[in-house]
């Protein structure tokens, strides 16, 4: 995965969190697949540090 997406699936992970709704509700409202989200949250602290080297 290039360091685009990387960045831009973070960005997506910590918008989530900042909000303190529930990943289901959030989901929706952006258009993105739970399953996704899920997804990206379970890599997020990897793909962070692959960034930070």
């Known amino acids: 995965m ?3 997406r990387m ?3 973070l960005g997506h ?3 989530y969190r900042a ?3 529930k990943a ?3 989901a929706a409202e952006h ?3 739970l399953r996704s989200l899920a997804s990206w ?3 997020a602290g990897r793909w962070q540090a692959r960034l930070d080297g």
């Open 7 to 9: 960045q831009d699936y």
């Open 19 to 21: 909000s303190g709704k």
């Open 41 to 43: 949250c379970a890599h």
């Open 13 to 15: 992970v910590a918008a």
């Open 31 to 33: 258009g993105v697949p």
């Open 2 to 4: 290039d360091r685009q």
């Open 24 to 26: 289901s509700q959030w």
